[in-house]
């Protein structure tokens, strides 16, 4: 354990047969549960996409940043350039896929080098509606 993390956490006394409590000395905030959350939206469709035509290697890659940013809307990209695309503030937010969202995934697609269709879009409800997009519904039980 690095001296960061024993830092970051509270130790309590041990218990016998070499047991110890730890627990973090700050609490996660809204911030972090939301990439938490979009960190488990974007593993599971990253998992789940699968194309038959190709056998060898992975099918989605997971796009991080470009030039020292976060993107807002683009997680991944598959072999053919083409773009996958998150929109989603929190399961309790009316997230929609708009002409505003569109402009930014256009925005992030170049910036990353991406072809400029079809963009993979995954969100809540599909209120812009264009050729182009292939519209991934997000469904909250």
């Given amino acids: 354990m690095t001296k960061k ?5 509270k130790t309590r006394d041990p218990i ?3 047991f110890t409590f730890l627990s973090l000395g700050k609490k ?5 549960r939301l990439q938490m959350e979009r960190d488990e939206i974007v593993d599971t ?8 035509t190709r056998r060898r290697g992975d ?5 991080e940043s470009a030039r020292g940013r976060q993107y807002r809307y683009l997680v991944a990209k ?13 399961a309790n937010k009316n ?17 990353a080098g991406l072809k400029s269709f079809p963009y993979h ?21």
């Fill in 5 to 9: 993390e024993q830092k970051a956490m």
């Fill in 16 to 18: 016998p047969g070499g």
């Fill in 28 to 32: 996660v905030d809204a911030a972090a």
């Fill in 45 to 52: 469709f990253i998992a789940s996409h699968f194309d038959a």
């Fill in 59 to 63: 099918q989605l890659i997971r796009v």
């Fill in 78 to 90: 598959n072999a053919d350039g083409e773009g996958f695309f998150l929109v989603w503030d929190g």
């Fill in 95 to 111: 997230t929609a896929f708009t002409e505003a969202a569109y402009g930014e995934c256009a925005k992030e697609a170049k910036t």
């Fill in 121 to 141: 879009v995954y969100a809540r409800i599909y209120r812009y509606q264009t050729e182009g997009v292939r519209f991934y519904q997000i469904l909250i039980e």
